[in-house]
């Protein structure tokens, strides 16, 4: 369940046993073998040649990368796409670095670029004939499609220039809180090196910007940079050359999650690996001309002989480790390395934590191995505006007109002309259960009489209605006020920080604590 209620926190495990459960974690599945060697000396290749690019690549955005990390010692990672965070999704950097910290672990946060870019238009709540209500901004509309990893930065100063705009948007005297927070933002991102000619090293900063100087020092990692690593094309090559059998865990897994939930759509939460005319759709996407394309492996005989792109193209299966064909991983097969090869404990958000039920399943059966435990983490931060609840009131009035109309001898109860009809009805459903009663007469009268009664309270209905159209507008407000979804650089930032506190601990029965995905 998706916390929505002011400076709440789901999580799983509760936030003081990261510690553990990334020591527990990190002694598991020392006996199994993943391309023919013992995992935990490919999980040692496979971090050090992570923490070498993540490292090289944070100083590259004038970013403060933390020490120099031992690839021997606990790492904790996270990740999201390259978008404007709200603090649901804020609160995993956040965690992930205050985990770090206390542990002595190497805290590495991983951005999904090989998603595909879409425009981004964030809530903005704005104030209209005085009334509050929530606008979509456009603060990067989209040029052309493609990855974000593909994506060009717009200059700098027209980026600025969308963001000042937001405050215009905010000059009512109650949105200045969020109003100042935003111009603090600002005030802070002139300090920052901006000009980058990608959109995914911009939107790492400007996040960054808004963490620091309490939440920095940790390292950043592009999906687009992991892909071309050594030990991660081993792990891509190990699974191809084997498709046959991981397709058939993959979809079985899959399958599974889709029956246990009473999930009808095939494409929920992933549609099954494509199996046709001796092509077997890759749990990885090939890049090309800045979009992703499927890929595919022939087999014959039983063996992976090549890799097939969708326009019919072949390639030997050496390609991938010569980097000929450039590939990136699905969500699930992103979250097995990462979660096998990569950390000690990964911190996903609630859709991340949903499908990992998936990567579990083929972690037992496919790799052989006991599924490390992840954490869940999500929070739910209001912006600091006041707003009237009327939430009771529309409940209580929605609940007088059902009385009216299904029940009208007792809304009306006392009102004379309601209290001799009701009597009349008493006495009809009295002789409607008497043997050979005309049944269908006798309904009809009854019928009669509730649309007599309803008409006697029809002037106390319309007010009611009435009282219902003065409070929508209110609810609106309400909505618009306590929306979980507003960018973080227009709310405060110490309440978020409180919410990743290690040292407290949520109580068990908290109603957001994360239960099952």
């Given amino acids: 369940m998706v916390p929505t209620q002011n400076k709440t926190t789901l999580t799983l495990p509760p936030l003081t046993e990261y510690s553990s459960a990334a020591k527990r974690n990190a002694t598991l ?42 690839p021997a010692a606990l790492v904790i990672g996270s990740g999201h796409q390259p978008v404007h965070f709200h603090a649901g999704i804020m609160i995993k950097p956040v965690a992930l670095v205050r985990a770090a910290r206390e542990l002595g672990a190497t805290p590495l946060f991983m951005t999904v670029d090989s998603d595909e870019f879409r425009a981004e238009y964030l809530p903005l709540p704005s104030m209209e004939n005085d009334k509050l209500e929530r606008l979509e901004y456009p603060l990067f509309p989209m040029k052309k499609h493609g990855l974000y990893e593909t994506t060009e930065a717009e200059p700098v100063e027209d980026m600025l220039d969308r963001l000042r705009g937001m405050v215009g948007y905010m000059a009512h005297p109650r949105l200045a809180s969020p109003r100042r927070a935003l111009e603090s933002y600002l005030a802070t991102l002139g300090d920052r090196r901006l000009d980058f000619p990608d ?81 077997i759709q890759a749990p990885f996407w090939v890049v090309e001309g800045g979009g992703r394309r499927k890929l595919y492996v022939k087999v014959a005989g039983g063996k992976a002989s090549a890799l097939v792109l969708e326009n ?62 992840s954490a869940c983490l ?18 209580e009035t929605e609940r007088r007109i059902r009385e009216i109309e299904q029940h009208p001898e007792k809304a009306g109860a006392g009102v004379p002309e309601v209290d001799r009809l009701a009597a009349l009805k008493k006495e009809l459903v009295l002789t409607i259960k008497a043997p050979g009663a005309d049944k269908k007469s006798i309904g009809a009268s009854i019928s009669e009489l509730n649309r007599l009664m309803a008409a006697e309270l029809s002037d106390e209905r319309s007010a009611l209605c009435v009282e219902l159209e003065r409070l929508a507008p209110l609810e609106m ?18 309440p978020l920080f409180e919410l990743a506190e290690l040292n407290v601990s949520l109580p068990r029965d908290n109603p957001y604590r994360y239960q099952t995905p």
């Avoid at 096998?340 to 191995?369: C, M, N, P, W």
Wanted: charged share 25%; net charge negative.
């Fill in 378 to 395: 999500s929070a739910a931060l209001w912006i600091d505006i006041s707003a009237d609840d009327p939430r009771q009131d529309i409940a």
């Fill in 29 to 70: 599945n020392s006996d199994i073998l993943l391309d023919g060697e013992p995992l935990t000396t490919f999980r040692l290749k496979a971090r050090s040649a992570a923490i070498d690019i993540a490292r090289a690549y944070t100083l590259s955005l004038g970013l403060d990368p933390g020490p120099v990390a031992d």
């Fill in 312 to 373: 019919g193209e072949e390639f030997p299966m050496t390609s991938l480790m010569e980097r000929i064909v450039a590939i990136r991983p699905k969500a699930i097969t992103l979250s097995l390395y990462l979660r096998l090869a990569l950390s000690d404990l990964f911190i996903h958000g609630v859709g991340g934590a949903k499908y990992d039920h998936v990567t579990d399943a083929i972690l037992e059966r496919y790799f052989q191995a006991r599924p490390p435990e």
């Fill in 477 to 494: 407000e309400r909505l618009a006020a306590q929306a979980r979804d507003y960018p973080c650089f227009i709310c405060a930032r110490p």
């Fill in 199 to 279: 959109y995914v090293s911009r939107a790492i900063v400007m996040r960054r910007a808004w963490l620091a100087p309490e939440v920095d020092g940790f390292l950043e990692l592009p999906v687009s940079a992991l892909s071309k690593d050594i030990t991660f094309l081993r792990f891509a090559s190990f699974i191809m050359a084997d498709i046959e059998r991981f397709a058939g865990e993959y979809n079985l897994a899959l399958d599974e999650y889709r029956r246990e939930r009473k999930l009808r759509y095939p494409a929920n939460p992933f549609p099954n690996l494509e199996t046709h005319n001796g092509l």
